[in-house]
């Protein structure tokens, strides 16, 4: 019987794994990753020239991803049949040799893998590997602390409803605002209606090439790629001890 290896990749800079993860990587015999139809995949992306020669590559492509809404019953549906159709096939392979499963960030920080883990772990030899998650990659690119002190740091879907979102954020420190693309207009409306939109950040690829780390306030709302995260940085309160 082989295993289920989980990796997680970490923001998506290569030298930013850790060094089992990248062991592991390069001793793979197969490796299985997450992709939009047409496309190469992120998590693929960060391994590349990593991998052993003979390794055989399986992806996995996602039947939507944007193309209808998040809380459609049929995206629901058509992501539930997905992973259930993944997990068996996993674990058929796994019966005979260790499976590597790549996962950009930490598998356990909103990773896809997730949903496959619930599926597998009562019938199979799972081990996770825990990643640096995207957000930190993102505000260590600002180059601030995102959270002091007594600070409270909140981690928000921009898919939320934006009274939910403006609400959140009126009674965080610290905000880290994930899933934006298409989000990104009401996410910078609740910020704004909230007060804080003149704090926040957006960093695009965070760790990876073309990144950009700029004010929120001075980007297009209607321009903004899939690996973005909207930071504000808490205060740091009741810090007395720093200068």
């Known amino acids: 019987m082989g295993r289920i290896i989980c990796c997680g990749l970490g923001p998506g800079d290569p030298e930013l794994?850790?060094?089992?993860?990248d062991r592991t990587v390069?001793?793979?015999?197969?490796?299985?990753?997450?992709?939009?139809?047409?496309?190469?995949?992120?998590a693929r992306r960060i391994v590349d020239g990593m991998l052993a020669l003979s390794v055989s590559e399986i992806p996995m492509e996602y039947p939507v991803t944007t193309e209808i809404a998040f809380d459609s019953p049929d995206y629901a549906r058509l992501l539930a049949g997905?992973?259930?159709a993944w997990a068996a096939r996993l674990a058929v392979i796994a019966r005979e040799a260790d499976v590597v499963v790549?996962?950009?960030?930490?598998?356990?920080?909103?990773?896809s893998f997730m949903h496959l883990y619930t599926r597998l772990r009562a019938s199979a030899?799972?081990?996770?590997?825990?990643?640096?998650?995207?957000?930190?990659?993102?505000?260590?690119?600002?180059?601030?602390?995102i959270a002091l002190?007594?600070?409270?740091?909140?981690?928000?879907?921009?898919?939320?409803?934006?009274?939910?979102?403006?609400?959140?954020?009126?009674?965080?420190?610290?905000?880290v605002v994930m899933k934006t693309g298409r989000n990104l207009a009401k996410v910078r409306r609740a910020l704004a209606a909230a007060g804080r939109l003149?704090?926040?950040?957006?960093?695009?690829?965070?760790?990876?090439?073309g990144?950009?780390?700029?004010?929120?306030?001075?980007?297009?709302?209607?321009?903004?790629?899939?690996?973005?995260?909207?930071?504000?940085?808490?205060?740091?309160?009741?810090?007395?001890?720093?200068?």
């Open 102 to 111: 790549l996962c950009e960030g930490d598998p356990f920080f909103y990773g």
């Open 211 to 243: 990144e950009r780390v700029t004010r929120l306030s001075e980007v297009d709302a209607a321009e903004c790629p899939y690996f973005a995260i909207v930071l504000v940085h808490g205060q740091g309160r009741r810090l007395e001890f720093c200068e």
């Open 149 to 175: 002190g007594d600070d409270v740091m909140t981690v928000l879907m921009g898919t939320l409803p934006e009274k939910e979102l403006e609400q959140r954020m009126r009674t965080s420190d610290a905000l």
């Open 198 to 209: 003149g704090e926040a950040w957006l960093i695009e690829r965070g760790t990876m090439p």
């Open 125 to 145: 030899d799972i081990e996770v590997i825990a990643g640096i998650p995207g957000m930190a990659g993102c505000w260590n690119a600002v180059g601030r602390p």
């Open 82 to 84: 997905f992973y259930d």
């Open 26 to 42: 390069r001793a793979a015999t197969h490796i299985a990753y997450f992709r939009k139809k047409g496309h190469p995949g992120q």
């Open 17 to 21: 794994m850790s060094v089992k993860a």
